[in-house]
C-alpha cells in the first residue's frame, strides 16, 4: 500500500508546534498525489492549509490503541511525535515512569517516591523474562542477572541522563535488586557493604545544582562480582572526571560537596571540636552560593549516616578523622587572607589564625606555607629564582592546593572502599553499573563540559554499533535477508577530538609551551579545523570560542581555562611542603612513587582512527585530558566486552514538579540520548514484528472460512497478508516471527476495525429487522382475530328466515322515522371516519410504493444518504472526543491548581493554629487597650469642650482683630497712596509672592490631608481646627500647639488602638491576606517617605528662591522705613505660613515614625511565623526518623519471631533429650534402692555414725524422688529442668563420696559391699540386654511403620491412618504392661522415625500428605484414648475399656502436634511450589473464553512464543493441579477440615500471585481481561463446589482478584460509576484501584481510556479510608493452622495388619 493512500479524510497528522513541539490535526479532505496543501482540522476546531510537500508529508499518528505502549517499537508508526505521544501518555496520564525503547529503558524522574520498589516487586521481578512484565529498572536487572548466570557473560548496565534525570537514583536501585537475589549464605554481608558505598560517594562527590539537589558530580562505574553460585563476593568501583573547581568555587544557589556542609552541620559535637570549624556561612568555599543549606535535608543526621557507612565498610575512628581533618583543613585553607603588597607582591600574615589551623592540622610549617603561597620559584639551567606572585596568582595557587588536595582524598576514599570490598575468592563474573553524565550544553561551555561531551560521544557510537548488531542478530535469527541500514557514525567526530593533530593533542601541545595561552591554542584549531573539517566552527560574534557539531547537537565552548584546567598543576614547593606534613595520610597523598588510585595508569595506549604523536620530553607531565582520555579507552574496552543494557534517564521538566510533562525539554533529551537514533534505525528495516500467533490472535477476524480451516496457522498468516498487502517488500516471514515495514500494522489495524464495523451494522440490520418481522406478525394475529369475529357476525346473519323478515318488517316501519335521524347522523360519523382511513391507507400505500421504488431504483441515493449519515455521526463522535479531551485537560489543570491550593490552605491552617495561642495573649492586650482607649476618650472629650471654649475665645479675638484689620486697611490705603512707583511695584510683587506661598501651603495641606486619610480617622477635622488656629495672635500660639498636641495624641492613640485590632482580626482570618496587607503597607511607606521628601526638597528650593528674589529685589531697610508699624505686624501675621510648615513637618515626622513602628512589628510577626515553620519542619524531620526507627524496631520483631519459630521447632528434639536423660536417671534410682535396701539388711552392726550415714541417705533419697515428681510435672520448662537435673546429679556425686568416707572408716565391710555390688552390676547387665532387645523390635516396628511404607501401597483397600492404629497399638501394648522404658523409647523411636521420613523426602508430596495424616490420626488416638472426658464424649464402651492406664501422655502429644505444624508448613511450601508455575500462564495469560482475544502488538520486548502453543499452561492445568492436590489428601485419609485449611491457603496464593502480576502488567489491565480472569474465577468456584469445599472460606481469598476483574470490566466515565468504585472495591486498598486505574489499557477503539479527572474523583473518596499504602499482596502470608480432634471410628480389637507391613513379631493379645 502506498504511503500517501494512507493520507485520508479523518485520518490524524503531527504538525511542529513552537509550544507543544509537535501538535495533532485530523486530515479533513482526501490527500491526493501532488496536492501542495493538505487541509487540517485542529483539535481546537479550527481549520488550517498546511503546505505539503509530496516527499515530506507529515509524519501520521497511530492509532488509539497502539497509544501508551510498554515498548515505543510496538508503535506503527515510529517518528518524533510517536515517541512523545506515548512518553506523555504513560508518564502524565497513567502515572508510569519507565517505557521501552528496543534495548533501552527511558526512565522518567517523577519527582516524587512511588511505592515501586519493595522488595515484593523485587521478587516480583525476580525470575521473569523481560518482556513479562510492565517497564522496570528491576527488569533491565533481572535481565542483566539472568544473562550473566545462562550464558556466564559479564554484563554491563549503562545509566545516562542529564543533571536531575535520576541516574544516582536508577543505578543505586539496579545495585539494591543484585545484592537482594543474589543474597550469599555467609556472615559477610558483602551485600550490605556493596549498598553502604554509595552513601559515602554520594557524600563526597555529589552537590547541590541549580538542577538537582543531589547531582553527581563525577562519573562511577561499579564492577560487582559473582561467584559459580551467582552471589555476590565483592565490588569495585572506577570514577572519572571529578568536578575539582566545584572545591573552590560555585555558582549562585549551588553548593559545595556535601561532606564540608555535614562537617559543619556537626562541629560543635565534642569529637569534632579539635577541627575548630564553625557554621557553613563563615567559610569562603561554602558560602560562595548563597544558600547553605537544602530543604528538607538535615546535613547534621546525614553526617550520622555517613560515619555508620563507614563503620559498615570497616573504616575505625581513626580512619574517619583523618579524612575529617583533610576536610577541615581545606575550609581552612580557604579562609587564609591574602593581602596586595604593590601590584606585583602579595603576603599572608604568619598570626592567620585560619593559616595556624591548616598547618596544625596536616602538621606544616606556617612560615613556609605563607612563603610560599605568595611566591614561586623557577629553576633554570643555571640559576634558581624565586618570583614574588601577586594577589590573584597567589589565590589561585590557593585553590590549585585545596583542588588538588581534595582529590587526592576523593581518590583516596575510593580506594579504600575498594579495599574493603576486596574479597578473597576468584571472580566468576561481573556486572558492571556505571553511572555517568549525559550529554550537556550550557550557556557557557567550559573544558569540563568538552570532557562530558566527549565521553559521550564514544558511549554514543558503542551504542550506535550494538543496536546496529542486534538488529542483525535478529535478521540472522529469523532467517531474512540482511540489508544495510544506514545510520548516524559519529567516528568523524572522535577523530576531531582525539585523532592525531586533533583537538586534545593540541591542547596538550600548548600546554608544554611555558608561555602557552588559551587563545594561542584557539588561533591553532582556527588554523587548522576552519572550512577543513565540517563538523568544527568558528562563531561569528566572537574570537574566544570555538564550535564542535556533536551527535545531538552543535556545542560552543569557551576557550577561557581550557589550559589550565587541562595542566591542572601545582607548585613545587607546595608540593614538597605537603609531601614532608607530619600527618601521614597527607604525606602520602604527594609521595614521589605514588601508586595512582584508579585501577588503571596512565600508559594505556588509546586506540584512535588516526596515529596519535607521542610526546618525546620524558619530564612530560600527564594532563587531564590525556588521564581521562585513557580511562575512557579502558571503559570502552570493558563495555565492548560486556553485554550492554541501557538506562536513559529524562528530566520532564526544570521546575521539579512531581508528573509534570514539558515536552521542549524532554525532545532535547531524546535526540540527546540516543532514544530516537534507535527508533529511526528501526524504523528504517522492519520496526513492527508479531510472532504468528499473535498475528493469527488479533487478525483472525479479517481471515476467511477457507482460511480458517487450514491446520498450519503459519500459512494462514502468509495467505492473508498476502491477501490484503500486494507489496511484498513491505513484510517478510521469519521462522517464529512476521516483520513489518513502518505503517502496515496501522492499515491492518484500519481493515481490521472497517470490519468490526460492517459486522456491527450486519448485527444491527438483522436485529432490526427481526424487531420488524416480530412487530408484523403481531399485527397480523390481530388482524385474523378481527376477520375471525366479523364472518362469525355474517353467518349468523344469514341464518335469518323469510318468515322472520316479514315480521319484522312492521315493526322496522314503525322504527324507522325515529332511528332514520340516529342511522342518518351514525351514517356521516362513519363516512368522515371512512374517507379519512382511506386518505390515510392511501398514503400508507403510496408511501409503500415509493419506498419500493427508491429501493429498487435509487440505492444510489440510499448510499449516499447514508454515508453522509455515517460520516456525520463519525464527526459528531469525533467531535465530542476532542471536546472531551479538551475539557479533560482544562479541568486536570483546574483540578491541579485546586489541589495546589488546598495544600496551601492545609499549610496556612496549621499555621493558624500555632497563631492560636498567641491570638488569646492578643485578646488580653486589646482588652487592656480598650480600657485604655476609654480613658483617652474621657481625656479626649475634655479636650475638646476645652478646644471649644477656645474657639469661642479666639472667633471673638477674630473678630475684634478683623475690626482692627478693617481699620488697618484703611490708614494703611491712606499710607499707599503717598508711596512712590518703586514702593507700589514692591508691593505688588509682595502680594504675589504671599499668594504664591499660600498656594504652596495650600497644596502642601492638601496632600498632607490625604496622607493621613489611610492611617488616621476624623483627621480632616482636625486639620480644619489646625488652619482656623494658625491665624491666632502670637499669645494664643502657646495654648494652640499644646491643644493641637494632645488632640494629636489622643488620635494617634486611637488609631493606633484600631489599627491594632484590625491586624489581629485579619491575622486570626488568614495569613495570606496578612502577607499582602504588609506589602501594601510597606509600599505605602515608601510611597509616602518618597513624596514627602520630594515635597521638602521643593519647599526648600521655593523658599531659598523666595528669599533669594527679595533680597536680590529690594533694599530691606528702605522697606522698614517706608513701612508702617502696622504693616510689619501684618507682615509678621503672614508669618505664620512658617509655623505652618514647621507644623507640616512634624505630622509628617509622627507619620514616619508610625510606618517605622508598623513595619518593625510586622518584621517580628514574620520572624515569629517563620520560626514556627520551621520548628514544624524540624518536628516532621524528628517523627520522620521516629518512623524509620519503628520499621526498624519492626523488622528486628520480625526477625526475632522466626528465630524463635525456628527454635520452636527445635523444642521437640529438646524434649526427647530430657526424657532420655530421666531414663536414665530413674536406672540410677533402681540401682541406688536395690543396693540401699541391702545395705540396711546388712549392716545393722554398724557405728552410730554409720546409722546417721545411712538416714542421711535415706534423706537424700527421698529428696531426689520428690525431685522427680517436680521433673514430671514442670517438663515444659527446659531450663529448670536441666538445674534440677544438675541438683540431682550433685546429691548422687555426695551420696557416693558418703559411701567412701563409710567405707574408708570400715574397710572389712567395704570389701563385702564390693562383691555384692558386682552381683548388682550382673543383674543389671542382664537387665540391660533384655531392654535393648525390646527397643530393638520397636526400632524394627517404627522403622516398618514409618520408612519403609510407600503411601501408594498402603492407601489402597485399607483403612484411612492404619499406620497411626498401629504404632497406637503398641503404646496401649506398653501401657498395660505398665513399662515406662517400653513405652519412652517407642515414643522417641515413632517421633524420630517421623522426622526422618519427612527430613529424606522434603519435596515429596504424597510421602508428606501421608505423614501428615497419619502423625494427624496418631494424635487423636492418644487423644481419643487418653482418658480424659473431653476426648471420650464419642467412644463406645468397648473403646473406653481400651484407654491407657498408666501413662499421660500429654506432653507428648505435644510434641507431636509441633511435628505435624513442621509437616503441614512443608506441605504447603511444596504446594506452591508446584503450582505457582502456572498461575500467571493459567490464570492470565490464557484465553479461555474464545473470540475476545486481548493481544496487542508488544515491540522488541516480546514474551517467548511459538507456532505450536499446546504446551503452555491453561487453566484447566490449573484446575488438574488442584485436583490432583484434593485426590492425594483424600486419598492418605487427610482430616477434611485440614482439606479445608490447605485448599484456603492454595486460593489464597493463586489471588494474590494473579493479582500482583496484573498490578505489574500494563498489558493485561483491559476489560475482555477482567472478562477472562472473571470466567476463570468462577471455574475455580465451580471446582470448589465439585469438591464440596463451599465452606473452606476459599472463595472469600479470591474476592480482591474478584473486583479487580470487576474493575477493569465496569463503566468508569460518570461520578456515580466513580462512588460505585468506592463502594464495592472494598477489599482492594486505594493504592491498588488507583494502580489498575491507571495501567487501564484499551484493547479496541471500541474502549475508552480512563481520563485522569475520573482517577482523581476515586482517589478524593478513597482518601479518607485507612488502608494498607503496599500496593503488592504477601504471597508468603500464611493462615494459622489448627488441628481438629476426630475420634477414630474403628475398633482397635478388629484391625488386621497387612502381611505386607513384615511385622510378624507382633502379636495380638
Known sequence: MAVAELYTQYNRVWIPDPEEVWKSAEIAKDYRVGDNILRLLLEDGTELDYSVNPESLPPLRNPDILVGENDLTALSYLHEPAVLHNLRIRFAESKLIYTYSGIILVAMNPYKQLPIYGDAIIHAYSGQNMGDMDPHIFAVAEEAYKQMARNNRNQSIIVSGESGAGKTVSARYAMRYFATVSKSGSNTHVEDKVLASNPITEAVGNAKTTRNDNSSRFGKYTEISFDERNQIIGANMRTYLLEKSRVVFQSENERNYHIFYQLCASAQQSEFKHLKLGSAEEFNY?????????????????????????????????????????????????????????????????????????????????????????????????????????????????????????????????????????????????????????????????????????????????????????????????????????????????????????????????????????????????????????????????????????????????????????????????????????????????????????????????????QVIKPNSKHFRTTVGSKFRSSLYLLMETLNATTPHYVRCIKPNDEKLPFEFDSKRIVQQLRACGVLETIRISAQSYPSRWTYIEFYSRYSILMTKQELSFSDKKEVCKAVLHRFIQDSNQYQFGKTKIFFRAGQVAYLEKLRLDKLRQSCVMIQKHIRGWLQRKKFLRERRAALIIQQYFRGQQTVRKAITAMALKEAWAAIIIQKHCRGYLVRSLYQLIRVATITIQAYTRGFLARRRYRKMLEEHKAVILQKYARAWLARRRFQSIRRFVLNIQLTYRVQRLQKKLEDQNKENHGLVEKLTSLAALRAGDVEKIQKLETELERAATHRQHYEERGKRYRDAVEEKLAKLQKHNSELETEKEKIQLKLQEKTEELKEKMDHLTKQLFDDVRKEEQQRMLLEKSFELKTQDYEKQIQSLKEEIKALKDEKMQLQHLVEEGHVTSDGLKAEVARLSSQAKTISEFEKEIELLQAQKIDVEKHVQSQKREMREKMSEITKQLLESYDIEDVRSRLSVEDLEHLNEDGELWFAYEGLKKATRVLESHFQSQKDCYEKEIEALNFKVVHLSQEINHLQKLFREENDINESIRHEVTRLTSENMMIPDFKQQISELEKQKQDLEIRLNEQAEKMKGKLEELSNQLNRSQEEEGTQRKAIEAQNEIHTKEKEKLIDKIQEMQEASEHLKKQFETESEVKSNFQQEASRLTLENRDLEEELDMKDRVIKKLQDQVKMLSKTVGKDLKPRGVVVNMIPGLPAHILFMCVRYADSLNDANMLKSLMNSTINGIKQVVKEHLEDFEMLSFWLSNTCHFLNCLKQYSGEEEFMKHNNPQQNKNCLNNFDLSEYRQILSDVAIRIYHQFIIIMENNIQPIIVPGMLEYESLQGISGLKPTGFRKRSSSIDDTDAYTMTSVLQQLSYFYSTMCQNGLDPELVRQAVKQIFFLIGAVTLNNLFLRKDMCSCRKGMQIRCNISYLEEWLKDKNLQNSLAKETLEPLSQAAWLLQVKKTTDSDAKEIYECCTSLSAVQIIKILNSYTPIDDFEKRVTPSFVRKVQALLSSREDSSQLMLDTKYLFQVTFPFTPSPHALEMIQIPSSFKLGFLNRL
Not at 582529590?407 to 576514599?413: G, K, N, R, S, T
Not at 566468576?428 to 561531551?453: A, K, M, P, R, W
Not at 566527549?454 to 554499533?465: C, D, I, R, S
Request: aromatic share 12%; charged share 25%; proline share 3%.
Open 286 to 610: 561554602t558560602r560562595m552560593g548563597g544558600n547553605t543549606v537544602i530543604e528538607g535535608v538535615n546535613d547534621q543526621a546525614e553526617m550520622v549516616e555517613t560515619q555508620k557507612t563507614f563503620t559498615l565498610l570497616g573504616f575505625k575512628e581513626d580512619f574517619q578523622m583523618d579524612v575529617f581533618k583533610i576536610l577541615a583543613a581545606i575550609l581552612h585553607l580557604g579562609n587564609v587572607q591574602i593581602a596586595a603588597v604593590g601590584s606585583e607582591r602579595s603576603s599572608i600574615s604568619e598570626a592567620d589564625c585560619h593559616l595556624e589551623v591548616f598547618c596544625e592540622l596536616l602538621g606544616l610549617e606556617s612560615g613556609r606555607v605563607a612563603q610560599w603561597l605568595c611566591n614561586r620559584k623557577i629553576v633554570t639551567s643555571s640559576e634558581t629564582v624565586v618570583k614574588p606572585m601577586t594577589r590573584p596568582q597567589a589565590v589561585n595557587a590557593r585553590d590549585a592546593l585545596a583542588k588538588k588536595i581534595y582529590a587526592h582524598l576523593f581518590d583516596f576514599i575510593v580506594e579504600s572502599i575498594n579495599q574493603a570490598l576486596q574479597f578473597s575468592g576468584k571472580q566468576h563474573t561481573f556486572i558492571g553499573v556505571l553511572d555517568i553524565y549525559g550529554f550537556e550544553t550550557f550557556d557557557v561551555n567550559s573544558f569540563e563540559q568538552f570532557c562530558i561531551n566527549y565521553a559521550n560521544e564514544k558511549l554514543q557510537q558503542q551504542f550506535n554499533m550494538h543496536v546496529f548488531k542486534l538488529e542483525q542478530e535478529e535478521y540472522m535469527k529469523e532467517d531474512i535477508p540482511w540489508t544495510l541500514i544506514d545510520f548516524y557514525d559519529n567516528q568523524p567526530v572522535i577523530d576531531l577530538i582525539e585523532a592525531k593533530m586533533g583537538i586534545l593533542e593540541l591542547l596538550d601541545e600548548e600546554c608544554l609551551l611555558p608561555h602557552g595561552t588559551d587563545e594561542n591554542w584557539l588561533q591553532k584549531l582556527y588554523n587548522n579545523f576552519v572550512n577543513k573539517n565540517p563538523l568544527f566552527e568558528k562563531p561569528r560574534m566572537s574570537n574566544t570560542s570555538f564550535v564542535i557539531q556533536h551527535f545531538a547537537d552543535k556545542v560552543e565552548y569557551k576557550c577561557e581555562g581550557f589550559l589550565e584546567k587541562n595542566r591542572d598543576t601545582v607548585y613545587d614547593m607546595l608540593v614538597e611542603i605537603l609531601r614532608a606534613s607530619k600527618f601521614h595520610l597527607c604525606a602520602s597523598f604527594f609521595q614521589e612513587n605514588q601508586v595512582p588510585p584508579s585501577p588503571f595508569g596512565s600508559m594505556i595506549t588509546v586506540k584512535s582512527a588516526k
